[in-house]
């Protein structure tokens, strides 16, 4: 279901923190936190060199009925370990169903949108239990307009053919996994430029994402994240 909300930019980066949610008693064996665990992503460019850092702890799980929530507190660094961006957010798993709403991706990215009001149109990108090798994953988008700039603005963002494509054995820093591998294709459009990347996301149970790539439309690599921590 789209989601459609109207909000100045503020209240909107206050409220990621509540339009998703995560675990705990959830029955997704992909995604199966508890209480003070923490992963650290580092991003790479394509020659290998460090560009950033995520890191991610849960906290403060909570349960009611088949719905398990919990807070993540996100600290994003530069490539010299200096903290770019700071927030909290949430997820929520229904039945199973990992929902990740689409807006957090672009928290950071929209700081500069901070006095302005926008609409944002979106859907959850979903992560349902018991995935498996050839299954096919719901697709997802997002729209964000601006309602009161000098030149109004539109960003589009658009998730599609999401498939599980494979198993493979990953390692990184922090270990080796054994992972599902999700194939899947991003187009973002913004004042009538466009931009198509190609994404290969590794999960491995009780971890979740291990490693992702993502390449231009003529199949370059154009980056990577590795998780390098996990406790």
């Given at each position: ?121 979106s ?39 999401r ?29 009538g ?5 190609n ?9 979740g ?23």
């Amino acid at each position: 279901m789209k989601i459609k909300r109207t909000f100045s930019i503020v209240v909107w980066l206050l409220l990621i923190s509540i339009y998703t949610g995560a675990w705990a008693q959830c029955k997704n064996e992909y995604f199966d936190y508890k209480d003070g665990s923490f992963l650290e992503l580092t991003s790479y460019n394509a020659n290998g060199k460090v560009q950033g850092i995520t890191a991610l702890m849960y906290k403060e799980f909570r349960n009611s009925g088949n719905n398990t929530e919990a807070t993540v507190q996100m600290e994003m660094k530069d490539k010299k370990g200096k903290t770019d961006y700071e927030t909290e957010y949430a997820y929520h798993c229904e039945n199973g169903t990992i929902k990740y709403d689409l807006t957090v991706m672009m928290a950071s990215s929209m700081q500069g949108l901070k006095n302005m009001e926008i609409t944002i149109e979106s859907d959850n990108l979903e992560f349902p239990p018991n995935m498996k090798e050839g299954q096919s994953l719901k697709d997802a988008s997002m729209v964000i307009t601006t309602t009161n700039s000098p030149i109004p603005m539109k960003m589009e963002m658009k998730i599609t053919n999401r498939k599980i494509a494979g198993k493979e054995t990953v390692t990184t820093p922090a270990g080796t996994f054994e992972c599902l591998k999700l194939t899947y294709d991003s187009h973002f459009t913004t004042m009538g430029a466009g931009k198509t990347s190609n994404h290969v996301v590794f999960i491995a149970k009780q971890v979740g994402t291990v490693k992702s790539e993502y390449y231009n439309s003529n199949g370059k690599l154009q980056g990577y994240d590795e998780l390098t921590t996990i406790r």
